[in-house]
């Protein structure tokens, strides 16, 4: 069973950064699949954050995020990141990984406050 494990998350102020990290066990599949990173504010729809092909070679992002954040993986560690910076208020919220569109970590909390 695929298990998505998400860190990194936590409280800064605004126009920090911080960096996620969505690491995979359970497959030794990963390098096949598209991985993504959603996010949900209170009492909002979940949205898709930014997207990244099996290759690490194409990615695409929301236009709320284009030019803050950046999404990366490494296969060798079954790892997914999110690098975002410039973090707004707006930004705040529960971050999770998804694997291909079918599995869900658990999500970590990101709060961007002064």
């Known amino acids: 069973q695929v298990q998505l494990v998400e860190s990194g998350g936590g409280l800064v102020q605004p126009g920090g950064s911080l960096r996620l990290s969505c690491v995979a066990s359970?497959?030794?599949?990963?390098?096949?699949?598209?991985m993504y990173w959603y996010r949900q504010a209170s009492e909002k729809q979940r949205e898709l954050v930014a997207g990244?092909?099996?290759?690490?070679?194409?990615?695409n992002y929301a236009d709320f995020v284009k030019g803050r954040f950046t999404i990366s993986r490494d296969n060798a560690k079954n790892t997914v990141y999110l690098q975002m910076n410039s973090l707004q208020p707006e930004d705040t919220g529960v971050y999770y990984c998804?694997?291909?569109?079918?599995?869900w970590g658990q999500g970590t909390q990101v709060t961007v406050s002064s």
């Open positions: 359970g497959t030794n599949r990963f390098s096949i699949y598209s």
């Open positions: 990244i092909n099996k290759a690490g070679t194409n990615t």
């Open positions: 998804n694997l291909g569109g079918a599995d």
